[in-house]
């Protein structure tokens, strides 16, 4: 016991410093610190992730009530300055605010109503070239066959190119745009009582300044980037849709009226609404007119649609939604999969609110402005990347233009 205790209590003898040590890393005063390994910002972005995946199951899952609140809230920014003028010229709040909502009721109601009709006429007129596109069915079906594609494949594209298909498809898809019925008194609720309420907006923001400017800021700059993209859409949507009917009327396409009403409201979808608004157009001139007045309306609609859509609308919006096409796209497919029809399109104001929320009101996040497609003051890109050389003697360095 005593040998145990005088070996315990042996002093060590100090290290020689040029010797070597493999006791482990240096934990001295000097050591530089070492990083961690569970720095805790993969869970962070694990979290994020999961939680985003709950909201977007639970926007889904109430969508019927989601949908009509964002377009009550959408209407509801885009009349806001004419509420404003109203009240200027010396109206009441609350006479400005019923005088704004009977237009918006009268405009809602009417559009409504057109599109009952149009869809009505759609309904009895295409199963008046059922004889046609029978014949189209056959014709397709002779030339998929002489380039070696099997019979069975052949009977499976045709069976989703019957009338009874292609109606139901067109019809659906014409007739959820708008969420009629219940989603349309849902609608016009909202934008009675939000109108109503929109005269404390500014009082509202003028106390939650002092306290979180920058989330008031960015809630500011969203409703005039929503209202500049919306008012343009539908102005020029408009524009579209009176020179898309114009054309087919004067080419003898059946239903010209129903595809304007289409035009106009497939342009609020960025990317794909062009080629919704095209396809039935196109099968009705091919059934009523043949393939060369087919090929007409594809001509007359990439004309008008490229000159407005792609050409002025993007240089009088300008820096407004500041979106690039590749999120503008995803934004379509994400919200059309959360909301439905109505989700598509609204998918530009949607992702503007997402990215006021989380983006512009907060400092640390808006580094991701350039990444979601806002690069002013960036400058246009040179075509050239700067390749940085080897230190040269005397430490300099130089670098070098690579194409």
Same mark, same amino acid.
């Given at each position: 016991m005593s040998l145990w205790k005088r070996r315990s209590h042996r002093p060590r003898r100090p290290a020689d410093p040029a010797t070597p040590s493999h006791a482990g890393p240096d934990v001295g005063p000097d050591a530089a610190p070492v990083a961690t390994v569970g720095s805790g910002r993969g869970l962070r972005i694990m979290l994020g992730l999961a939680a985003a995946v709950v909201i977007a199951v639970g926007c889904s899952r109430f969508a019927g009530i989601i949908a009509p609140t964002a377009l009550a809230l959408v209407v509801t920014i885009c009349v806001q300055p004419a509420r404003v003028f109203l009240e200027r010229l010396g109206l009441a709040r609350s006479l400005a605010s019923t005088v704004v909502i009977v237009v918006i009721l009268v405009l809602l109601v009417g559009f409504s109503l057109a599109l009952v009709v149009s869809v009505a006429q759609f309904a009895t007129l295409f199963p008046q070239y059922a004889d046609q596109m029978h014949a189209v069915e056959d014709q397709l079906?002779?030339?998929?066959?002489?380039? $070696?594609? #099997?019979?069975?494949? /052949?009977?499976? &594209?045709?069976?989703?190119?019957?009338?009874?298909?292609?109606? *139901?498809?067109?019809?659906?898809?014409?007739?959820?745009?708008? $969420?009629? #019925?219940?989603?349309? /008194?849902?609608? &016009?609720?909202?934008?009675?009582?939000?109108?109503?309420?929109? *005269?404390?907006?500014?009082?509202?923001?003028?106390r939650l300044r002092p306290v979180r400017p920058q989330l008031v800021e960015a809630l500011t700059g969203f409703t005039v980037s929503v209202r500049r993209y919306m008012v343009v859409t539908a102005v020029l949507g408009a524009a579209v849709s009176a020179l898309d009917a114009l054309a087919l009327v004067l080419l003898g396409v059946p239903g010209a009226a129903l595809w304007g009403l289409l035009a106009f409201i497939t342009g609020f979808i960025p990317n794909i609404g062009y080629w919704i608004g095209i396809i039935p157009p196109v099968i009705l001139a091919l059934l009523a007119n043949g393939w060369q007045n087919a090929i007409v309306v594809i001509v007359v609609y990439a004309v008008i649609n490229g000159v407005i859509q792609s050409g002025l609308q993007p240089h009088i919006v300008g820096s407004a939604v500041s979106l690039n096409q590749t999120i503008a796209f995803l934004s379509v497919v994400f919200w059309s999969a959360v909301l439905g029809p109505m989700g598509a399109v609204l998918a530009i104001p949607l992702t503007l609110l997402v990215r006021a929320v989380l983006v512009d009101a907060n400092p640390d996040a808006r580094w991701m402005r350039p990444v979601l497609g806002d690069v002013t003051g960036l400058g246009p890109p040179t075509g050239r990347t700067e390749r940085r050389a080897p230190t040269a003697p005397g430490g300099t360095t130089t670098t070098k233009g690579t194409p």
């Open positions: 079906g002779q030339w998929l066959t002489s380039l $070696g594609v #099997g019979q069975q494949e /052949v009977q499976r &594209l045709l069976a989703g190119l019957s009338p009874g298909t292609v109606i *139901g498809a067109v019809s659906d898809l014409v007739g959820s745009v708008f $969420g009629l #019925g219940v989603g349309l /008194v849902v609608v &016009l609720a909202l934008i009675v009582f939000m109108t109503l309420d929109a *005269g404390w907006g500014r009082l509202i923001a003028d």
